[in-house]
């Protein structure tokens, strides 16, 4: 099982001049111990659901720009990126950037975005959620089509390229990872099923990803996909240190259901949050 740090938090310690030295050292922390994934946000204003708006948030890709400088072994992504806030070409670009700066460590996480508020505040448009699932199509055909080495037109109903030039390409082989977040049934693990190389479901309860993974199971034969030839992920919402046993024990179920990668998110300062991670949790998950 591959744990995946999913650090969403900037607040802790709340000091502007803290944020760098606090991401540093956590992310040395946690690459040391054997984390193998290193994922950000794509928000702009913190989730009103979890945290005030206003707490301290940092651009994505820059951030695992930052981080990617840091490290070595760690893959790299943004947990989810929204479709809506780079336009595909450019995006592919991005990742490609991070890609090659780092060694061949970038995946592309992608969603369909959600948070309005974030939008609207600062000026992206705000379209229906049925177009913003045929938006995350096209970029998804845009960035295949871009880490294939294919220099052509791209014609789609939201988005024309002229020319889809992507130099240098990617180090990584055939492409990074496609990771698409969330756990829509009709379109987002349809999407998966035809595009993903991996998904990444909200583990509320080990029945209900078992659930949502015989739907995808049910896309991959109508779109003729290799089930088994993708990543099964989650992201484990109950905190880890509060009770280390049992969170083991819910990881094993979902193991069992054919999860390989569990993604935490610390629920206090992130420096003792990752040391506590190493010394409590990572020597015991590496059985699982």
Same mark, same amino acid.
């Given at each position: 099982?591959?744990?995946?740090?999913?650090?969403?938090?900037?607040?802790?310690?709340?000091?502007?001049?803290?944020?760098?030295?606090?991401?540093?050292?956590?992310?040395?922390?946690?690459?040391?111990?054997?984390?193998?994934?290193?994922?950000?946000?794509?928000?702009?204003?913190?989730?009103?659901?979890?945290?005030?708006?206003?707490?301290?948030?940092?651009? #994505?890709?820059?951030? $695992? /720009?930052?981080? +990617?400088?840091?490290?070595?072994?760690? =893959?790299? *992504? !943004?947990? @989810?990126?929204? %479709?809506?806030?780079?336009?595909?070409?450019?995006?592919?670009?991005?990742?490609?950037?991070?890609?090659?700066?780092?060694? #061949?460590?970038?995946? $592309? /996480?992608?969603? +369909?975005?959600?948070?309005?508020?974030? =939008?609207? *505040? !600062?000026? @992206?448009?705000? %379209?229906?959620?049925?177009?913003?699932?045929?938006?995350?199509?096209?970029?998804?055909?845009?960035?295949?089509?871009?880490?294939?080495?294919?220099?052509?037109?791209?014609?789609?109903?939201?988005?024309?390229?002229?020319?889809?030039?992507?130099?240098?390409?990617?180090?990584?082989?055939?492409?990074?990872?496609?990771?698409?977040?969330?756990?829509?049934?009709?379109?987002?693990?349809?999407?998966?099923?035809?595009?993903?190389?991996?998904?990444?479901?909200?583990?509320?309860?080990?029945?209900?990803?078992?659930?949502?993974?015989?739907?995808?199971?049910?896309?991959?034969?109508?779109?003729?996909?290799?089930?088994?030839?993708?990543?099964?992920?989650?992201?484990?919402?109950?905190?880890?240190?509060?009770?280390?046993?049992?969170?083991?024990?819910?990881?094993?179920?979902?193991?069992?259901?054919?999860?390989?990668?569990?993604?935490?998110?610390?629920?206090?300062?992130?420096?003792?949050?990752?040391?506590?991670?190493?010394?409590?949790?990572?020597?015991?998950?590496?059985?699982?």
């Amino acid at each position: 099982m591959k744990l995946g740090l999913h650090y969403w938090n900037f607040a802790k310690p709340a000091e502007p001049v803290a944020i760098a030295p606090t991401l540093r050292e956590t992310a040395l922390i946690a690459e040391q111990s054997g984390v193998a994934v290193f994922t950000v946000m794509d928000h702009y204003f913190q989730m009103e659901a979890i945290a005030p708006a206003d707490e301290p948030m940092l651009e #994505g890709y820059t951030t $695992l /720009g930052y981080v +990617a400088a840091l490290t070595s072994q760690m =893959q790299l *992504g !943004l947990l @989810v990126t929204g %479709v809506m806030y780079r336009h595909p070409g450019l995006l592919a670009k991005i990742v490609t950037t991070l890609d090659v700066l780092s060694g #061949g460590r970038a995946r $592309l /996480g992608i969603g +369909a975005s959600w948070y309005e508020r974030e =939008q609207r *505040g !600062l000026g @992206v448009p705000v %379209v229906p959620v049925a177009e913003r699932f045929e938006r995350l199509e096209e970029t998804l055909q845009i960035c295949l089509q871009m880490w294939s080495g294919t220099v052509a037109e791209y014609n789609g109903t939201y988005y024309q390229l002229t020319e889809t030039l992507n130099s240098p390409p990617t180090l990584s082989r055939p492409h990074p990872m496609i990771l698409i977040g969330g756990g829509g049934e009709k379109k987002t693990l349809r999407l998966v099923a035809k595009y993903g190389d991996a998904c990444n479901l909200f583990a509320t309860s080990a029945e209900e990803v078992a659930r949502k993974l015989d739907i995808l199971r049910a896309h991959c034969e109508a779109e003729g996909r290799d089930y088994d030839s993708i990543v099964k992920t989650v992201v484990v919402m109950r905190p880890v240190l509060t009770d280390v046993d049992g969170w083991l024990a819910y990881v094993d179920e979902l193991a069992a259901l054919g999860i390989t990668e569990v993604q935490t998110m610390p629920d206090r300062n992130p420096v003792e949050f990752a040391t506590e991670l190493a010394e409590k949790v990572l020597p015991r998950l590496a059985v699982i």
